[in-house]
């Protein structure tokens, strides 16, 4: 098993900046691929961030050059950068884990941003 718990998460203005963070924790090895998804209230969850366990990087298309997902794999945390914050980027924001063919999930947190 695999827990992830996002934080981080809160209400921010437009043009602001945040910083999410997602403890992985439990049976990390071999962990394949670590990443964010986002869902915002009428609509589905959508791609925002994901990396490899070989470092490939992929970002959906409406956070790309302004959020970036990186690792410090020595406190087994993901974290998001978001810049630019705007009103469409608020949601919840899910740390999500693939291992095998397994799939993890945190239980979210809660991003706003006010115009």
């Known amino acids: 098993q695999v827990q992830l718990v996002e934080s981080g998460g809160r209400l921010v203005q437009a043009g602001g900046s945040l910083r999410l963070s997602c403890k992985v924790s439990?049976?990390?090895?071999?962990?394949?691929?670590r990443g964010w998804y986002r869902q915002a209230p009428g609509k589905q969850r959508e791609l925002v961030a994901r990396?490899?366990?070989?470092?490939?990087?992929n970002y959906g298309d409406s956070v790309k050059g302004r959020f970036t997902i990186s690792t410090d794999n020595a406190k087994n945390t993901v974290y998001l950068q978001m810049n630019s914050l705007k009103p469409e980027d608020t949601a919840v924001y899910y740390c999500?884990?693939?291992?095998?063919?397994?799939?993890?999930w945190g239980q979210g947190t809660q991003v706003t941003v006010s115009s």
């Open positions: 999500y884990a693939l291992k095998g063919w397994d799939d993890y």
């Open positions: 439990g049976s990390i090895f071999s962990i394949n691929v």
């Open positions: 990396i490899t366990g070989g470092g490939n990087i």
